[in-house]
């Protein structure tokens, strides 16, 4: 049976993929990166862009195109013509590569894709990579947690009260996807006493340019939060 | 001011230190690794291992001795005195590099040397590294957290109800040093309903003929729960 690869390529900054990662990216022939229709009918891919900075066989690249996050249907039809796609390549002998921001593990779509291969009798094999809140951190010096705190990473927030509440308790927050429940977070600045830290990040790792730190809370609170953005919350 | 880095080394894989992590290291005129004292009097580093692994000067590794964990008064002594030699260092002018196991921002002891280092007027960079549950979910093909699920990582834990608890209410939850409260983490695999996966991992990463994984209950329970060991439970 032929070995695919789902390779994690870190928050986007190039060189903070593994060399493992590099390694099998170098070693595939066919290497199938999830995109988004622009309006003009072409794709955009952030894990093409990433490698494009590599020094990899770009005529490798495969961009497909996925729905919009918020249609699962949509985007499980996309993930399965991919599918399609790479077990026909597959049965040709080649080596396939099947890419994902961040870690392929942590809250990433390419669950699908590996699930559905396994459906077909196709095994994968995953390569780890650094997540988005982990690159942010190490971005600015700040510290994710440490001794015995908790952290906890959510990707949904009920209210203000609740996030306060867990800082309260002594435990770390990751805030991921902070546009989804914007006002909650934004309204837990507000009201949130002395002695808690917010470290919001937009853009960190992928865009050098576009990229934006601040651990002030007026500050933070004229941002839109962006999709690419995310909070760290503690004692600090 | 000279600049030092704070290098995330990842889980012990080499292969899974990233680009920038093995450039800086490169870079480096000298590289400090926090190491255990043997009983002859010698000093054991898995950080030392993993860049005995990698392509750098080996010359410029220098092992220092941290006291044992659990005792924090004299490992901030061993902490001062690394502090001590990399200060001098650097006004020699010399790039010095300070290593972490997984990465450095995320319950790591290396936060202790960067402190040291401010209070000095030393600036630091950090390089950020895979976290060792990052690594140990890839080795296995296992997915730690998907779509609105939580993510709690614990390094205590009060009782078995508390984890039962976190698992019925949706959350995916990782459990390090899983050594300190083994009887609990028993406890709740033998009163787990079905439909609570167990995923236990030893050595996962750093060496491969050590390196074990079970996601069966009872072989589980009859593992010693070693320090390099953890577990990641959710609904499955």
């Keep these: 049976m032929h ?5 994690s390529l870190g928050p986007g900054d190039p060189e903070l993929i593994t060399l493992k990662g590099l390694r099998r990216l170098r070693e595939a022939d066919a290497i199938y990166c ?22 990899i066989d770009l005529a490798a690249i495969r961009p497909f195109p996925v729905a919009m996050r918020d249609d699962r249907a949509a985007a499980l039809a996309d993930y399965g013509a991919a599918v399609e796609r790479i077990a026909a390549e ?20 390419s669950g699908y894709v590996s699930a559905l291969l396994a459906e077909r009798g196709l095994s994968t094999e995953r ?16 510290v994710i947690a440490e001794q015995t705190e908790e952290t906890d990473v959510l990707t949904t927030l009920a209210s ?50 576009r990229a934006f730190y601040s651990c002030r809370r007026d500050a933070i609170l004229e941002r839109r939060f962006p999709y690419f953005s995310l909070l760290i919350v503690r004692r600090g």
Tied chains: 1, 2.
């Design 3 to 7: 070995l695919i690869s789902i390779i």
């Design 34 to 55: 999830p995109a988004t229709v622009q309006p003009d009918g072409s794709l955009a891919s952030r894990a093409a862009d990433i490698l494009r900075a590599l020094d």
């Design 90 to 109: 597959c049965a040709e002998g080649r080596r396939v590569a099947v890419t994902a921001e961040g870690d392929a593990g942590f809250y990433s779509s």
């Design 127 to 142: 390569i780890a990579g650094i997540p988005a809140f982990v690159a942010c951190a190490a971005s600015e010096g700040v």
């Design 160 to 209: 203000a009260d609740e996030l306060l509440a867990r800082v309260a308790a002594g435990r770390s927050v990751v805030l991921m996807k902070p546009s989804r429940y914007a006002s909650a977070v934004k309204e837990a600045i507000a009201q949130a006493p002395d002695g808690v830290a917010f470290h919001y990040f937009e853009h960190a790792g992928a865009d050098a340019e």
